[in-house]
């Protein structure tokens, strides 16, 4: 598994990190911060909702 991010797309919901903190956070604006490309020991039923709650499809998981 391994996770991309648009940041120029995202607007701010939260979701992501909502879902899955070890792997997304957000900056001082809100915006999606990666922390993890390789999500690794993150949980990936956590990782794949993080995906597909995200309003504005900034996040997209890849299965490998």
């Excluded at 919901?13 to 001082?28: K, S, W």
């Amino acid at each position: 598994m391994r996770v991309t991010v648009d940041r120029e797309s995202c607007v701010g919901a939260g979701q992501c990190v909502l879902n899955a903190p070890d792997v997304f956070d957000q900056d001082d604006d809100g915006f999606v911060v990666l922390l993890a490309e390789e999500p690794g020991d993150a949980d990936p039923g956590a990782v794949r909702a993080a995906g597909d709650l995200c309003p504005s499809r900034s996040v997209t998981v890849h299965e490998d």
